[in-house]
T-cell receptor
Framework: AQTVTQSQPEMSVQEAETVTLSCTYD???????LFWYKQPPSRQMILVIR??????QNATENRFSVNFQKAAKSFSLKISDSQLGDAAMYFC????????????FGKGTHLIIQP | GAVVSQHPSRVICKSGTSVKIECRSL??????MFWYRQFPKKSLMLMAT?????????EQGVEKDKFLINHASLTLSTLTVTSAHPEDSSFYIC?????????????FGPGTRLTVT
């Protein structure tokens, strides 16, 4: 079974600085997808960034970027120029089956932004 | 685009009764819908996967007779919690995938908070 591990229950960063959230996963599949989701207090799941495993290039979305290390099964999220609105729970997630499978989530990292 | 709604957003029911939660894809046809459960300060756990017109596939440990899932159309899936007990109190979230730019990307509903008294 696939597993996703987030080893940082909580992270704190000063506003405008950069923070990196860690995620590792375990799978025997060769084709899969990885995601970072943000869950603010409203509890609405918001997609931050996606990465297809077959792509070597790391995904970027404005201030958000990932460091995808396929051999190491690592998928970290870097948030640059942190903003107060970035404060939330962040979940790393995985799926395979051509993307038609349900997501396996990590336990989450609570990100605190210090003004 | 790609909006998923859930109804109700909050529901309180008495122990032993049943409650139905609806999940709708508003602007796309959902080939597959998923149901997740989230306990307070915990992660999301996949409960089941449903495809339109076929029986849902439940994850190990999820009671299919307690959590009835019906995916009657390409835009609607329902989760019925039967004979609810206080331990069924939780936050239930649905998601959907369709023939989008990224067909593997799940779009999430806003969730339903169920409280069983």
């Amino acid at each position: 079974a696939q597993t996703v591990t987030q080893s940082q229950p909580e992270m704190s960063v000063q506003e405008a600085e950069t923070v990196t959230l860690s995620c590792t996963y375990d799978t025997s599949e060769s084709d899969y997808y990885l995601f970072w989701y943000k869950q603010p207090p409203s509890r609405q799941m918001i997609l931050v960034i996606r990465q297809e495993a077959y792509k070597q290039q790391n995904a970027t979305e404005n201030r958000f970027s990932v460091n995808f290390q396929k051999a190491a099964k690592s998928f970290s999220l870097k948030i640059s120029d942190s903003q107060l609105g970035d404060a939330a729970m962040y979940f790393c997630a995985y799926n395979s089956g051509g993307g038609a499978d349900g997501l396996t989530f990590g336990k989450g990292t609570h990100l605190i932004i210090q003004p | 685009g790609a909006v998923v709604s859930q109804h109700p957003s909050r529901v309180i029911c008495k122990s032993g009764t049943s409650v139905k939660i609806e999940c709708r894809s508003l602007d796309f046809q959902a080939t597959t819908m998923f149901w997740y459960r989230q306990f307070p300060k915990k992660s999301l756990m996949l409960m089941a996967t449903s495809n339109e017109g076929s029986k849902a596939t439940y994850e190990q440990g999820v009671e299919k007779d307690k959590f009835l899932i019906n995916h009657a159309s390409l835009t609607l899936s329902t989760l019925t919690v039967t004979s609810a007990h206080p331990e069924d109190s939780s936050f239930y979230i649905c998601s959907a995938i369709g023939q989008m730019v990224y067909p593997y990307e799940q779009y999430f509903g806003p969730g339903t908070r169920l409280t069983v008294t």
